[in-house]
C-alpha cells in the first residue's frame, strides 16, 4: 500500500510542503480537500492551544510530482479539458471553442492535442504553455489555502491520458511565496466572495470604451446582474479563488461595476404613499439584457 503523508494547511503550510517535497525529491499526488469542522477541538503540542477539528470535505485541488518537480495540477470544481484550458488561454476563439467541444467530446487530453497539432490548429509549444500556465494557477491558488486537509500518496500519477509538464517546483514555490504578498491585499479588499456584484446606476458606457479588457476580464462582467455572487461568477468563469479576486479589484477600481450593498429592510409603503407612488425603493438598475447588448456591440467595436 502506497505511503501517505496526511494533515492539514494549518500544520504545514502549502508552501513548506512543496518545498519539502521539492528539496526530497519526492513522486506522488497531493490531494487536498475543503476543511469541514467535527464539532471538536484538538489540544496543540503546547497542551494549551486549542482549535477546531477539520476533517476531509469534497476534493478542491490535486497536484502531481514526480522527482521533486511538479508535473500536473487541477482544480476539481473546474473544467480542466484541454479545449477549455485553450479557450482560457485565448488560443482559441468562442466559436472554435464550441465546435471543438462538441465534436471532441469523447476525446481524451492526449488525442485532441494530437487533432489540434496535426489539423494546424495550434503547435505543441502553444499546447505545453496553455497547460503549464492553467497548472501554475491552480497551484499558485493552493498556496493561499491555510487551513484545508490534504493528503500526499507516494508514487500516485495522473492519468495515462492526462499531458504533463515537468516544472521546477523550487522556482513555483519561490514566485507564489512572493505573490502571496500581494494577495493578502487583496483578501482584505474582498474578504467575502458570496458579495454580489452589479454595474453602477447608469450603464459604464464611455468607461467600457475607455478601459482596455481581458477575455477573462469580459467573460466575469458577463454575469454581472446584481444577483450572482462573485464565487458563483468564478465557477462559471472556470477561475480559481486568486483569479476572481484579481479581476473583480481591477473592474472595481476602474469603476466599471460595484459591490451590493446589503440594504435594510424596507417597509411596505401605506396606502397613501403607494397611490402617491412614493413608495422608497431605489430606481431600478438597468437590465442584464442591456447591459450585456452594450458589452457586445463595445467588443465588436
Known sequence: MPRQLKGTFQDYRATQLFHLINLTKRTGTLH??????TGREITLGDGMTKRPELTPGKERAVVTVKDGKLTYAAATDQDNHLSTILYKAGRLTEQQYRVIRQKTASYNDRALALLL???????QAEIVQAIQQQMLRV????????????????????????????????????????RNRDIEHLNLEIPDLNARLKFPATAPTDKLRQTKLTRQEWNVLQYVDGQNSIKQIAKRCNLGDTEIRRIVYGLLNSGLVEMVKLAAPVKAPTPAQAAAGADGLTPKLP???????????????
Open 32 to 37: 487536498v480537500f475543503e476543511p469541514v469542522q
Open 287 to 301: 437590465s442584464r439584457d442591456v447591459i450585456t447588448r452594450v458589452i457586445k456591440s463595445l467588443q465588436r467595436a
Open 117 to 123: 497539432i496535426n489539423n494546424n490548429y495550434q503547435t
Open 139 to 178: 497551484v499558485y491558488d493552493v498556496m493561499t489555502w491555510i487551513t484545508e486537509p490534504f493528503v500526499f500518496t507516494e508514487d500516485e500519477q495522473p492519468p495515462a491520458e492526462r499531458i504533463t509538464v515537468p516544472t521546477d517546483l523550487g522556482e513555483v514555490v519561490r514566485e507564489g511565496t512572493r
